[in-house]
């Protein structure tokens, strides 16, 4: 009975292949389609045609190369950094190119242009005086300087001499502080002039900054400088007011205590030495104020301009790459970012894919890439669209093989060496779509 049961078996085993290569030489489309839609590997079913279906007189075998159809995305990015402020398509539109599909927030942008242009200005001031040199109100405010220092170490030594004055003869302290209370309101109606003369400078700046010409900025230049001289000479006003008082206090503090007399002297001496090194520094500020223009400042200068420029330049220079156009013609396949969100340079934001042409990679066999060239027309059969046949021409050959990753290295196993061969086919009706798988037909 067992020997029955597997005679029988045997039977079927044989006749089940008989009628398989039968189906493999009279409808071998069909098995084909059959054997992908059970998602059995393709290379086995390729190797049994090649055995069983010989081409028939007048005609040529072919060769079938699996593959599957792609688009080539296109991706949108950004050339600067900013926050996206507005999306303007969604996953399956289709854009042209140059369309604007993402707009970045300005305010930052502006903001940079505003401070670049306010840096050139103060930039280009900066130079012009430099190469101008010293005019005659800029000598003058740095004369006014020397004197006022001049005039405080003239009045640190007279205070030094009264304190030794007293020191020597205590009895003259009285008619001392008469004198000194006599002179303070002098001193504080120098004061109230000098700030009267600045007041009216800025009144006379008020109407001078409002006229843009030529002119109006020139008093505008000769005001300030006036101003800058009013305010030293009301320094060196408020500094002798000052002294004057310091004087009739210690006057008074010297009256009811004769043991500061001595501390006021040492005071004194002080001053003398501060109001010298005073003098001495407004001397070196002179010197320098009123020397010719130095040809190295000037260049340091034009260098501040020409980086000042750049700076605006850059600023400028990402304004209209706030709107984000589509580098290419395509359809959106997936949208990456959403409003609100930041973007950086160079970061993927949109991909698109120009579907109306597609791509199909084959990988073709080192025995059977002679036979494949560069410009050539293959035909293509696509499963989902049966009984049409499609054109696609060759634009890409590797050039190295590379093993499929599921072979080994076997001496038998060598056809499986494989070289990466592209194509290209048109699909303005736009029936093919990404994924569908697809079979280019290579004649022997």
């Not at 044989?14 to 409808?27: E, S």
């Not at 840096?119 to 101008?132: H, K, V």
């Not at 008619?175 to 009144?203: G, N, R, Y």
């Not at 991909?351 to 002679?370: F, G, I, K, N, S």
């Amino acid at each position: 009975m067992f020997k029955q049961l597997v005679s029988i078996l045997i039977v079927i085993l044989v006749v089940g292949a008989i009628l398989f290569v039968a189906a493999l030489i009279f409808i071998p489309q069909e098995v084909h389609q059959t054997w992908l839609q059970w998602g059995l590997p393709p290379q086995p079913l390729e190797q049994l045609q090649a055995r069983f279906q010989p081409a028939g007189p007048g005609e040529s075998a072919q060769v079938r190369l699996y593959g599957t159809l792609e688009a080539r995305p296109i991706h949108v990015m950004s050339e600067v950094r900013g926050r996206a402020v507005a999306v303007l398509v969604e996953e399956g539109d289709w854009v042209e190119k140059d369309q604007v599909v993402i707009r970045l927030d300005p305010t930052d942008v502006q903001a940079q242009i505003a401070a670049a242009e306010e840096g050139l200005a103060a930039a280009q001031a900066a130079r012009e005086a430099a190469a101008a040199g010293p005019g005659p109100e800029t000598q003058r405010v740095a004369q006014s300087q020397v004197d006022a220092a001049r005039a405080a170490l003239a009045n640190a030594r007279r205070n030094l001499d009264y304190a030794r004055n007293v020191w020597e003869n205590p009895l003259t302290l009285d008619a001392q502080i008469d004198q000194t209370a006599a002179l303070i309101p002098v001193a504080q109606a120098q004061v109230d002039a000098a700030q009267a003369d600045i007041h009216q400078i800025d009144a006379l700046l008020v109407d001078a900054r409002t006229d843009g010409s030529r002119e109006g900025k020139y008093r505008v230049r000769i005001l300030e400088e006036q101003r800058a001289a009013a305010e030293a000479n009301l320094a060196a006003a408020q500094a002798r007011l000052q002294g004057l008082r310091e004087t009739l206090k210690l006057l008074k503090q010297t009256r009811e205590n004769p043991l500061a007399l001595l501390a006021q002297v040492h005071q004194a001496e002080g001053g003398v030495k501060v109001a010298q090194a005073g003098l001495q520094v407004a001397l070196a500020q002179y010197a320098a104020q009123t020397a010719a223009p130095q040809p190295e400042a000037v260049a340091v200068a034009e260098a501040q301009v020409q980086q000042a420029q750049a700076a605006l330049d850059l600023a400028r220079w990402q304004q209209p790459r706030l709107r984000i156009p589509a580098p290419a013609s395509g359809q959106v396949q997936s949208r990456l970012i959403e409003p609100g969100e930041m973007v950086e340079p160079g970061q993927p934001l949109i991909t698109l894919a120009d579907t109306r042409t597609m791509e199909v990679w084959v990988y073709v066999p080192a025995r059977d890439l002679h036979r494949v060239h560069l410009g050539e027309t293959l035909p293509v059969e696509v499963l989902a669209i049966p009984g049409q046949a499609f054109q696609a021409q060759v634009f890409y050959i590797a050039p190295e093989a590379q093993f499929r990753p599921t072979n080994v290295l076997d001496p038998e196993e060598r056809g499986d060496m494989v070289f990466l061969v592209k194509l290209r086919l048109p699909n303005e009706e736009g029936r093919l779509k990404p994924g569908m798988p697809a079979d280019v037909l290579l004649r022997k």
